[in-house]
């Protein structure tokens, strides 16, 4: 039996499956913080889940169930662009990934890859530069913002390449999303969610989610796109040693373009959080 | 049994290309192997200390390996020579691979395992005789070596494969999984030692999977 879950891990919302994929015909066992649970829906058409019997709080938003094993002291966060008319929202359903949830999301802010890992779609080995941006702590979330990088093809419907502006938040330990410039409808942001389900400190589910404009593509061509840039992602993550996120500042080096991980890492260990952490030098 | 450090050997010369750069595993540590496109061979630790990456994917450019993740580049003496986000910086002379001495002689590839002391010989002389292959076996070394018979002098076995000298240079992968890299006593012998060593593979792991499954 494992040590029992710090309450940065514990009191927090999770994501365990699109709302699409939860009937009420079906009973899921899946595993949240290393604790198995069942997902189905009631026959009220909420969602019922739970824990060694106990039933667990749910939330349905954002085309997700969520759901957590304590208490915690906040809502599920708000992403106001969800309920915006206009907007197609595309859930990919889950990739299954052998890392720490923490990576997943340390990954998806990072865009010093995009030349090397997804090469001619994100960006281009000729223009790696991460020019400087800003990163800020607002209402307990990371937000990197003025971050900027060239792209040769920065989404489905793009032709031809374009500087492309970013905003990165980090909604919780486990759950992110960026902001992008729309091609589309310029002056409005596209939204891109990484919600990440852990099931051991090294083993993650990941559910993207995309919150957009675009008008042009199927849902196929977009969740195809996603999915060509997460499998890419996945090479890396499940390569990454060590596996578990290290929060010691000496075990990794970061440079000017990584300011957002390093201050996600710092606000981590300030949370105390611990799953799919490292805290000491190995 | 307490074993001094000595020389591992990791590889047959033949099997690291120029410009290549692939995993391998001793005593359940992870290295990469990698030769740049000048013939230099070279053995680091398997990880990238920007964020942990494996070198092992990485490539090989000219005398110098990139990490897939974000390109950072490294010469053959482990100093980071370029950060592609940061074009105008000169990294800083300490961010660095961890390499191992790494010495190629007589068609292997050895490495010292414990970076920061020196090794206090040169690799065991293999001169004149004629590498065959490595090969991988699911069985614990002392399982292995006690199937080899012959003498074991440090990490060489020289012993007798179906009447043919054989040797055979020992690298410990972890507990269960032990490669030998073998070599004949000339080329003639090459496709016997092969044959036979195939049947050598079947026979220790099977015998080590009964060993497995009556525990």
């Given at each position: 039996m494992s040590a029992p879950l710090e309450s940065a891990a514990l009191d927090a919302w999770y994501v365990v499956g699109r709302s699409v994929d939860v009937t009420s015909d079906a009973r899921s066992a899946t595993k949240l913080l290393g604790n198995p649970i069942v997902v189905t829906r009631g026959p009220d058409g909420t969602p019922l889940i739970t824990a060694d019997g106990r039933r667990l709080p749910t939330v349905e938003r954002y085309g997700h169930v969520w759901t957590t094993l304590g208490q915690p002291n906040k809502p599920l966060f708000s992403i106001p662009e969800f309920d915006e008319p206009d907007r197609r929202i595309i859930t990919a359903g889950a990739v299954r990934v052998k890392a720490s949830g923490l990576r997943l999301v340390e990954n998806f802010l990072d865009m010093a890859h995009f030349p090397f890992v997804h090469t001619d779609i994100l960006g281009v080995p000729e223009q790696p530069e991460v020019v400087k941006y800003d990163v800020e702590i607002r209402d307990d979330e990371v937000w990197a913002e003025n971050c900027k990088f060239y792209q040769p093809k920065a989404a489905a419907t793009s032709f031809g390449g374009i500087v492309t502006d970013y905003t990165y938040r980090v909604l919780s330990p486990f759950n992110v999303m960026l902001y992008k410039s729309c091609p589309s409808a310029p002056g409005r942001l596209?939204?891109?969610?990484l919600f990440v389900q852990p099931i051991e400190p090294d083993y993650s589910y990941a559910l993207p989610v995309l919150a957009v404009i675009d008008s042009a593509s199927t849902d196929t061509d977009v969740i195809h796109f996603q999915q060509t840039i997460f499998l890419q992602d996945r090479i890396i993550l499940e390569n990454q040693r060590p596996s578990l996120l290290p929060l010691s500042p000496r075990m990794e080096t970061p440079t000017r373009a990584d300011l957002v991980s390093?201050?996600?890492?710092?606000?981590?260990?300030?949370?105390?959080l611990r799953y799919g952490a490292l805290e000491r030098a190995a | 049994m307490n074993e001094a450090v000595g020389w591992v050997p990791v590889a047959l010369s033949v099997d690291v290309l120029a410009g290549a750069a692939s995993p391998a595993v001793v005593d359940g540590a992870e290295i990469v192997v990698w030769r740049t496109v000048a013939g230099r061979v070279q053995v680091w630790v398997d990880r990238c200390p920007h964020r942990g990456m494996r070198f092992s994917f990485g490539f090989?450019?000219?005398?110098?390996l990139a990490c897939l993740y974000h390109g950072w580049q490294f010469a053959a003496d482990g100093g980071c020579t370029r950060i592609p986000a940061h074009p105008d910086l000169t990294p800083p002379a300490t961010?660095?691979?961890?390499?191992?001495?790494?010495r190629e002689a007589d068609g292997l590839v050895w490495f010292w395992p414990v970076r920061g002391t020196s090794p206090d010989a040169p690799p065991p002389s293999l001169a004149g005789l004629s590498p065959v292959r490595s090969l991988t076996i699911r069985a614990p070394a002392d399982m292995v070596l006690a199937a080899l018979g012959g003498t074991v002098d440090g990490p060489v076995v020289r012993t007798e494969a179906g009447g043919l000298p054989l040797v055979a240079a020992v690298q410990r992968k972890n507990d269960c999984i032990t490669t030998l890299h073998l070599l004949a006593a000339s080329e003639a012998d090459q496709p016997a030692v092969a044959t036979w060593s195939e049947a050598f593979r079947r026979r220790v792991e099977a015998a080590a999977s009964d060993v497995a499954s009556a525990a």
């Open positions: 596209d939204a891109i969610c390093v201050v996600y890492r710092r606000w981590l260990k300030e949370k105390g | 090989v450019r000219g005398e110098e961010i660095c691979s961890d390499a191992y001495e790494a």
